[in-house]
């Protein structure tokens, strides 16, 4: 059973780095038929795609978000990572990552999610 | 941006079916997913690849898609089918959602 975990600080000041890591587990993130990504959610809102990011290091951005977001991966630890700078309060999101098929861009694994406040 | 379109409600009595669309431009050509998220829970793949039930997903869930407009159909309503129902498609390597129905189980 594939499983996927967020993990990260829950309250990030103004300006700052919002930094999450996804670890998997029952699947190996280096299996070529899988992008890894990161959904968020503002509270009361719905869905908006941010990135995901295949093995081998290439990455897909959402537009929209593309100059503050960085993915990364890390096969050894089976991990990969969500970086987005300069936050405000309008990223407060519970943040999902996730697996999506390559072959029809479905997704079908999130983790738990993890609520993240943007406050000083 | 490539945008899908979802009515923001759809209302329906236990036991009847309830239809949720979603269009968007070109959507003929890409396939549609749809996920059912409950409150204060992870969002749930139902359909896929237009028509697809994943295992586990009951029969009263089926997909269609029709030209630019794909359809989610819930027959058999049940109480516990109330939630935000999400469909997804993908545009040049992006991921792209609607903007969420809420299924109300009156």
């Known amino acids: 059973q594939v499983q996927l975990q967020e993990s990260g600080p829950g309250l990030v000041k103004p300006s700052q780095t919002l930094s999450l890591t996804c670890t998997v587990s029952?699947?190996?993130?280096?299996?070529?038929?899988?992008?890894w990504s990161w959904v968020r959610q503002p509270p009361g809102k719905g869905l908006e795609w941010i990135a995901y990011?295949?093995?081998?290091?290439?990455?897909y951005y959402n537009p929209s978000l593309k100059s503050r977001v960085t993915i990364s991966v890390d096969t050894s630890k089976n991990q990969f990572s969500l970086k987005l700078s300069s936050v405000t309060a309008a990223d407060t999101a519970v943040y999902y990552c996730?697996?999506?098929?390559?072959?029809?861009?479905?997704?079908?694994?999130w983790g738990q999610g993890t609520l993240v406040t943007v406050s000083s | 941006s490539y945008e899908l379109t979802q009515p923001p409600s759809v209302s329906v009595s236990p036991g009847q079916t309830a239809s949720i669309i979603c269009s968007g431009d070109?959507?003929?050509?890409?396939?549609a997913s749809w996920y059912q998220q409950k409150p204060g829970q992870s969002p749930v793949l139902v359909i896929y690849?237009?028509?697809k039930r994943p295992a586990g997903i009951p029969e009263r869930f089926s997909g269609s898609k029709s030209g630019n407009t794909a359809t989610l159909t819930i027959s058999g309503t049940q109480a516990m089918d109330e939630a935000d129902y999400y469909c997804q498609a993908w545009e040049s390597s992006t991921v792209v959602f609607g903007g969420g129905t809420k299924l109300t189980v009156l």
């Open positions: 029952g699947d190996s993130i280096s299996s070529g038929d899988y992008y």
């Open positions: 996730a697996r999506v098929w390559r072959s029809t861009y479905t997704i079908d694994y």
């Open positions: 070109k959507l003929d050509y890409k396939y």
């Open positions: 690849e237009d028509t």
């Open positions: 990011i295949y093995y081998s290091g290439n990455t």
